[in-house]
């Protein structure tokens, strides 16, 4: 077996960063702005431009603020950071469904290790020698979107990678002997007994596993009981280690509190953002495309105008063809929120995807083929959608009728194509040939002895006539005679005469006209 361990040792910090204003963490202030995370009663977790100034986990709130007055505190959320490791394991269930977590050395510290089993992934990534690190290159830039730090390490046993993970980074235990190495190095106290022992095994002078395993096995369990035996020889695989494998939701349902109200659509856009993330590593899970998705944007109440201002305001991001780009989804929904005006500020963001499909992925291919021109097209109408609304983006739609100006309409790209049923009676010969640059009303020519003139120079007749007798049951009675003719320049044109002079005829007047132009 093989294990690799993804250990994210600033999980907490990262979703909280994540819920931050762009002002705080864009551009120059990423790396500068001072973070840190607390409880009831002290901070618990500082980054590192905070740590530059002197903070320490441990240290009280007054404390911290007295050092740096610019210190931006957030409360310590479990809920935000499973919702961030969620997100993780989705990402890493795309690679093999044998997915877990681990916790932390303490005995209630919450999951911030992922592991996976891959053993029966690696046949998928290559050739020998290639595998491991082409699977390892793969996961880490499907992982990259979601802004984790990640310590990475793989090795034969699943509680020997989450250890080594903790205190290494790039680590390839290739076999048991490898991991026996490494492992004898670690500290004693990243195993749970280990820390609870620790100023006991201090004492002793017994800092890291190696030594641990040196001391005899019955003296051991005297003194510090089984569980830390149990826990070393899980570790180095001399004791079964089943995991229980994380089970994908169905549908994906994803929460993130904000850290400070958004009072503009670009505000909201970084918070959706964050879930847009989250919603493409869960479709990599289920190897499936969104078809449309809901953003709900809870309002705070005590801005809220009057009673007629909705608690929430729902965004619904429809899509022509499914889709898990996340370029895509996130050129989408910015063109959506551009139009769409908030009315009160927002304090949380709710991403629901409960329409999804399951397809091939796309193929990657050299050249560009009908099917992916087809996609860049879909995406522009997508696009346009977004900007200005699914009732402007129109297509054009063939009408059993004769005439010209009534053989087409258009309706919206988002309606339904009409069924075989409303074409019946459609003529079923090829159509004739028609012009792509139809006019109307169609345009008054000159005539000079009997011929057509365009632009003061004759039309030469190609063919016809065309004769179009129709319309007479709903009062637009047309009976034209139509040609193709060729002007002096070698255009043609599509032209008519109406078959009856006026006289006889009360449909249309008398003379020559032009009706549409080929390309």
Known sequence: ????????????????????????????????????????????????????????????????????PQLVLGPVDAARDAAALDAVVHAALAFTPQVSCQG????????????????????????????????????????????HRLQVVSAPTPLGAALLARVQHGLHCADGPALQRALDTTPVWLLGPGREH?????????????????LPRAGLARRFGDGLLDEIDRAYGQRPDPRVPVVLPAAFDSRLELFARADTTEQVLRGAE??????????????AL???????????????????TPEATALEIALAEPSRDAMHLRVLLRERLASLPLPAPTIELRLQAHDIARQAAPNGELFPSAASEREGLVRLIERLQARLGPARVRRLQRLSDHRP????????????????????GAPAAPLPVRPVWMLWPPEPLHERLARPLLDGRPLQLLSGPERIE??????????????????????????????????????????????????
């Open 104 to 147: 932390g050395s303490a005995p209630d510290a919450p999951p911030d290790t992922v592991l996976l089993e891959v053993q029966a992934s690696l046949r998928c990534f290559g050739g020998p020698g290639r595998q491991l690190p082409l699977l390892l290159r793969r996961l880490q830039a499907t992982l990259a979107p979601l802004g």
């Open 1 to 68: 077996m093989l294990w690799i361990a993804l250990h994210l040792p600033a999980l907490s910090l990262e979703a909280f960063a994540a819920t931050l204003p762009a002002t705080l963490t864009a551009g120059a202030n990423a790396a500068t702005a001072p973070l840190a995370l607390m409880d009831a009663r002290a901070l618990v977790a500082v980054n590192a431009a905070a740590r530059a100034f002197g903070l320490q986990p441990g240290m009280k709130r007054a404390t911290a603020l007295g050092l740096v």
């Open 198 to 214: 620790w100023d006991a095994l201090q004492g002793m002078g017994l800092r890291t596993l190696g030594e641990l395993r040196r």
């Open 274 to 287: 964050v879930l847009l993330a989250r919603l493409v590593a869960w479709l990599d899970a289920q190897h």
């Open 405 to 424: 100006e009534r053989a087409g309409a258009t309706r919206p790209v988002a309606d339904p194509a009409p069924s075989p049923a409303s074409t019946a």
């Open 290 to 308: 969104v078809r449309r998705c809901t953003l709900q944007m809870q309002h705070e109440s005590r801005w809220r105008r009057d009673t007629r």
């Open 470 to 519: 129709s319309g007479w049951w709903d009062g637009a009675l047309a009976e034209r005679d139509y040609f193709i003719a060729q002007a002096t320049d070698g255009a043609l044109v599509w032209i008519y005469r109406a078959r009856l002079p006026p006289a006889e005829s009360d449909a249309e007047g008398a003379g020559w006209f032009l009706q549409g132009r080929f390309a």
